[in-house]
């Protein structure tokens, strides 16, 4: 009966070891972000933690998504866009750079407009285009906010740059 037990246990133990072993060995950090430009006008935090005069309560993330080889990554993030005091149109975005800063791809989260109020906050939930990790060294999680000529222009301190791991 002992070796029946022995046995049962050896096989669950070595069970388990494979398992281990089929599963990767670490997954990618999850960043934590959190953007605030001058005066709190324009800010990227955890969802539902927006505070009108304030920094966001918490961070967003930032989520690698890296690919089971670990060649490549899909940056996905999930947070609030905050807007305060502000009737301006502004969007979260993710722009991939290479080794010498040259833009590789871009996504945007759907815009929001603030509404002149102490705070306007916009659920932000995006992921990105897969890339080779060869040719993305690193991301810029910016706040942009549509200029006088249409287009869009990241807002001054409300951007960080994050590397690849």
């Known amino acids: 009966m002992l070796k029946k037990s022995n046995l049962a246990a050896a096989i669950a133990a070595a069970a388990l070891a494979t398992a281990a072993l089929a599963s990767p060995a670490s997954a990618l950090p999850i960043d934590q972000v959190t953007l605030d ?5 324009f800010q990227f935090g955890e969802s539902g933690s927006c505070v009108a005069g304030a920094v966001p309560g918490a961070p967003a993330e930032l989520d690698w998504n890296e690919s089971a080889n670990g060649n490549s990554v899909r940056p996905e993030i999930d947070g609030d ?4 005091s502000t009737n301006a149109e502004a969007r979260v975005a993710v722009v991939y750079h290479d080794t010498l800063g040259q833009t590789v791809t871009k996504f945007s989260s759907s815009p929001g407009t603030g509404n002149g109020g102490p705070l306007s906050a916009f659920l932000v939930a995006d992921i990105g285009s897969r890339v080779s990790k060869a040719s993305t060294n ?23 740059v994050l590397y690849v791991p």
């Open 138 to 160: 690193h991301v810029h999680l910016q706040v942009e906010k549509r200029n006088a000529a249409g287009g869009w222009t990241a807002v001054s301190g409300a951007e960080r």
């Open 81 to 84: 866009l905050c807007l305060q």
């Open 37 to 41: 430009s001058p005066g709190h006008e």
